[in-house]
């Protein structure tokens, strides 16, 4: 058979191209896990830019998933707002937490501001030392030619104490952390965790007293540059304790941002560069290319696949007419991978001209308040593998979480080589 014959029947056995476009819904929960994800929405790419799908998990909406439309949506907060609903699906109407990356200014902005600090250069250049011992320690307990779970031992660990770090967390109690994102983002779609909807709202609760305990101690201290301190000093935010879900929902925004994202990205380059021998040949012939690396792992797996606008009027894009009310969904992970705007965007290289020049931590007001951390971490996470390790062997297929929202994985048994 020739390629495109052979292309042509792998079409035709894959639904992302024989499913009519009409019923096209890439935001069906599964899609990440089986594998089909990508092609969904490079079909979308190619045929429908900005596609209607009659039947979301909220209702209907939009799919935006060429490059330059995210971004102009991105970039115009007056007309698609972020107030309450930022996923495909809406929020649970009987919890429904509040924090700044779902609202608009001038919420948003008083509240990102106050925050801020905690993750600028300044700060992070403060404490980079003390992740690299934290990342060498980690990286030198790990077993060296057995089977073990990356996922666990490494991405959670790690993510888990940079977020204890940046919130001042007592360090013995630092597993509650990931456990309280994933029971935040636990649903039918995630998989993440089995709670039920009561279950889930007193593990809430728990968590929102834990840190209501740690902000009053805080209040009571001199400012510092942790997430609580920074909350309770400032004159914008220091009432919010006394609004249980605002409160809860701006700390839980900030555990959640930084964990389930980072946490794929130092997976997922694991896999990019087992995969790819030859990228791996390269960066170990000039570490200089580490910096660009981290940018192309993060543009390759976008962990955050989407975020959802609502149109505040009426608005044409990209030749389609959007009505006020309507959900518009902006697919990062799409958009990551327009030929029009990435070269040759399906491969992994990590030598990229403009390896920045992708839409992973999304654009405008929103765009991710910890971009310079994440790269931080997994820098500083690379350089230190480079000096250990000359190989990390996958060793079967990762198991990939179950979410339209967050493209992640649960599991990825690996093997070292010194
Ligand atoms: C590879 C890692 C990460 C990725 C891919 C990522 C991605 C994103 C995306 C796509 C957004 C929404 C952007 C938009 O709507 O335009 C966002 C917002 C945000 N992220 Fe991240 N993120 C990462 C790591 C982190 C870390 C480490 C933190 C904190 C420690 C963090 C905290 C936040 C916060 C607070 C927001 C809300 C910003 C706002 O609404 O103004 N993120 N992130």
């Not at 919010?240 to 929902?249: A, K, Q, V």
């Not at 980072?262 to 390269?282: H, I």
């Amino acid at each position: 058979m020739t390629d495109t014959l052979m292309d042509r029947t792998a079409e035709v056995s894959n639904p992302a191209w024989s499913t009519p476009l009409e019923t096209l819904d890439p935001s069906e929960g599964t899609l990440w896990r089986r594998g089909l994800l990508l092609d969904y929405l490079k079909r979308l790419r190619q045929e429908d830019p900005v596609h209607w799908s009659p039947t979301g998990p909220s209702g209907p909406y939009w799919s935006v998933t060429k490059f330059n439309d995210i971004v102009a949506i991105d970039s115009n907060h007056r007309d698609f707002s972020s107030d309450r609903d930022i996923t495909v699906g809406d929020q649970p109407a009987e919890f429904a937490i509040r924090n700044f990356i779902a609202a608009d200014p001038p919420v948003h902005d008083v509240q990102r501001k106050s925050v801020t600090p905690a993750v600028a250069p300044e700060r992070l250049g403060h404490i980079e030392q003390l992740m690299r011992e934290r990342t060498a320690a980690v990286l030198d307990a790990l077993p060296i030619g057995e089977p073990f779970d990356w996922v666990d031992k490494v991405s959670i660990e790690l993510t888990t104490q940079f977020l204890a770090t940046l919130f001042d967390f007592p360090w013995e109690d630092r597993r509650l952390l990931p456990y309280w994102s994933d029971v935040t983002t636990a649903s039918e779609q995630t998989g993440n965790t089995t709670v039920d909807a009561a279950e889930r709202e007193r593990i809430m609760m728990e968590c929102h007293d834990y840190f209501a305990a740690l902000w009053r101690e805080r209040a009571a201290q001199p400012p510092r540059f942790d997430f609580l301190s920074l909350l309770a000093h400032n004159e914008g935010t220091r009432d919010m304790i006394n609004d249980p879900l605002e409160f809860l929902g701006n700390i839980m925004l900030l555990v959640v941002g930084g964990n389930d994202t980072t946490r794929n990205s130092m997976t997922g380059g694991v896999l990019f560069f087992d995969q790819n021998p030859g990228e791996l040949a390269k960066l170990k012939a000039d570490p200089e290319l580490v910096a660009g690396a981290v940018s192309e792992i993060i543009r390759y797996q976008s962990p955050v696949a989407h975020m959802r606008r609502t149109a505040l009027r009426d608005v044409e894009v990209g030749g389609k007419q959007i009505k006020k009310g309507e959900r518009v969904v902006m697919w990062y992970v799409s958009g990551n991978r327009d030929p029009d705007v990435v070269p040759r965007p399906d491969e992994f290289l990590i030598d990229r001209e403009r390896p920045r020049h992708h839409v992973a931590f999304g654009f405008g007001i929103h765009r991710c308040m910890g971009n310079r951390a994440a790269e931080l971490q997994l820098r500083v996470l690379w350089e230190e593998i480079l000096k250990r390790f000359s190989r990390i062997e996958v060793i079967g297929e990762p198991e990939r979480a179950l979410s339209n929202f967050i493209l992640g994985y649960h599991h990825l048994t690996v093997k070292l080589h010194t």
